[in-house]
């Protein structure tokens, strides 16, 4: 079941984030060092819950949740961009200890169903190349994001 954040939602969604993202901050440490993935994301264990916090206390109204049997599994922010008629998805993650399957697919379906009825034209989302982005890239194909820019990002020590 989908529903609308309320702010009771808020330390939950924040430790989802966090474990979820825990794969992507090791794989940072992994190909850049660990010295440049701290630059690049300072507070590597937490840095994902402080987006969610932030974003969630200046945009509860487009934060999603998904429960399952009354408890959050999962939570997508999204960002509609209406000079360019394009909703964003943003910040995401299914609950990596609940071994449900759908959460993704389903959040990415209502936050579609939002920029549709806001009349937008286009939706977008962006994640990784690197192999623990699969299962991400797999959830938004099944989503219907097919098309996509591939981008690499180089880094440089001084």
């Known amino acids: 079941m989908i529903r609308a954040y309320k702010p009771e939602d808020l ?5 989802i984030g966090n474990r979820a993202f825990q794969a992507i901050t090791k794989n940072s440490e992994e190909q850049l060092g660990v010295d440049i993935a701290i630059a690049v994301q300072p507070d590597p264990e937490f ?5 969610v916090k932030a974003f969630a206390e200046n945009f509860p ?5 998904c429960e399952r049997e009354g408890t959050l599994v999962g939570f997508c922010t999204y960002i509609i961009h209406a000079e360019k008629s394009m909703g ?6 299914a609950d990596p200890e609940c071994n449900e399957r759908g959460v993704g697919r389903e959040l990415y379906e209502a936050a579609i169903e939002q920029f549709r009825k806001v009349g ?6 962006t994640t ?9 890239r797999k ?7 097919t098309r996509c820019l591939k981008h690499i990002q180089y880094y440089l020590d001084l």
């Open 11 to 15: 330390e939950r969604i924040m430790a």
């Open 47 to 51: 840095y994902k819950g402080k987006q």
């Open 120 to 125: 937008m034209q286009y939706a977008t989302v």
């Open 61 to 65: 109204e487009r934060v999603l949740i």
């Open 88 to 93: 964003e998805i943003g910040n995401n993650a």
């Open 139 to 145: 959830s938004y194909e099944r989503a219907g994001f």
């Open 128 to 136: 990784g190349l690197e192999d623990c982005y699969i299962p991400a």
